[in-house]
């Protein structure tokens, strides 16, 4: 059987890079002019780390806003830290990227949308080794306030 080209998980982990980037380029000169961001994560994934009642909370998925305070802003290759303030209380998260659901600047009607779908035998476009198959589709952002983003969607794929 021929091995097929990932091109949708190739598309998931520059995606992961890009963001990776933003934050760095955030952590060591700070967030320029109106850019602001939302970031929805699955609150589920086993590698993200946050204060009990966050996670009672949130217990789904949760939106963090990085724009006028933040602390502490690591990133790795696979994950990234920050402390955010939660009404006064400041709180350390660790959240994976594969976590990460929603990445949104609305300063510029910039968006991307990483989607957990599982198995899909229907599409037959795809001659892939793993089970799920990964497209890149364009949406429109509901999530920004203001205004809506361009985005791009992909099928999130784990293992």
């Avoid at 990445?103 to 035998?121: A, C, I, M």
């Amino acid at each position: 059987m021929a091995r097929g080209i990932d091109y949708g998980g190739m598309m998931h982990r520059a995606m992961q890079g890009l963001i990776a980037n933003v934050l760095r380029d955030i952590a060591k000169n700070g967030l320029p002019g109106e850019h602001h961001f939302f970031i929805t994560f699955d609150t589920r994934d086993p590698d993200v780390q946050m204060a009990d009642w966050l996670r009672e909370r949130y217990p789904e998925e949760m939106t963090i806003v990085i724009q006028h305070w933040f602390d502490n802003l690591v990133i790795e290759d696979d994950y990234f830290e920050i402390t955010l303030n939660f009404g006064n209380s400041p709180e350390p998260l660790h959240i994976p990227f594969d976590a990460l659901r929603t990445f949104v600047d609305p300063s510029v009607e910039f968006g991307l949308r990483f989607e957990t779908q599982g198995d899909d035998s229907d599409d037959d476009d795809f001659d892939d080794d793993d089970d799920e198959e990964d497209d890149l589709e364009m949406e429109e952002v509901e999530e920004a306030p203001k205004t809506s983003a361009e985005v791009v969607s992909l099928d999130k794929w784990r293992k």
